[in-house]
């Protein structure tokens, strides 16, 4: 016998509004690191950049890079499978970034205006994704 689909009580927890954010910033990283890594090869051709500095920003580029998407596949899992443990572990992810994303703002050799624009978008993103993020941990949280 089939079942009566009206009769299935069943609530999803998960956040939509976290997921479209989580999907929208994964395209952003994408083109952040694309233009940022285009502007590490112009900044090292085109000015007089200390050999032993560059190396290293171009690394924390890529480290910023993988940590991203590890956050951002960990923050979508846990919202799909409706987990605390792993929203909050992809949100303490977000320090890293934010750490990351500063330090391209604010202490590399030569800051330019489209670092600073690129860098405030994602420090945006991940301030809506701590919100959506802590929501949604609170809407697991509670009990139907």
């Given at each position: 016998?089939?079942t009566d689909r009206s009769?299935?009580?069943?609530l999803?927890?998960?956040?939509?509004?976290?997921?479209?954010?989580?999907?929208?910033?994964?395209?952003?990283?994408f083109?952040?690191?694309l233009?940022?890594?285009?502007?590490?090869?112009?900044?090292g051709t085109?000015?007089?950049?200390?050999?032993?500095?560059?190396?290293?920003?171009?690394?924390?580029?890529?480290?910023?890079?993988?940590?991203?998407?590890?956050?951002?596949f960990?923050?979508?899992?846990?919202?799909?499978?409706e987990?605390?443990?792993?929203?909050l572990?992809?949100?303490?992810l977000m320090?890293?970034?934010?750490?990351a994303?500063?330090?391209?703002?604010?202490?590399q050799?030569?800051?330019?205006?489209v670092?600073?624009?690129?860098?405030v978008?994602?420090?945006?993103?991940?301030?809506?994704?701590?919100a959506?993020?802590?929501y949604?941990?609170l809407?697991?949280?509670?009990?139907a």
């Open positions: 016998m089939a009769k299935v009580d069943f999803s927890k998960s956040s939509l509004p976290l997921q479209i954010l989580l999907f929208f910033n994964r395209v952003w990283v083109c952040w690191f233009v940022l890594l285009g502007v590490f090869i112009w900044k085109a000015l007089p950049y200390p050999d032993t500095r560059l190396a290293p920003e171009i690394l924390l580029l890529f480290a910023y890079l993988f940590v991203e998407n590890v956050r951002l960990l923050c979508s899992k846990g919202n799909k499978i987990s605390r443990l792993i929203v572990l992809s949100t303490s320090i890293p970034s934010a750490l994303n500063i330090y391209y703002i604010l202490f050799i030569y800051v330019l205006r670092d600073e624009i690129f860098n978008i994602s420090l945006i993103f991940l301030a809506l994704e701590l959506f993020s802590l949604a941990i809407n697991f949280s509670s009990t």
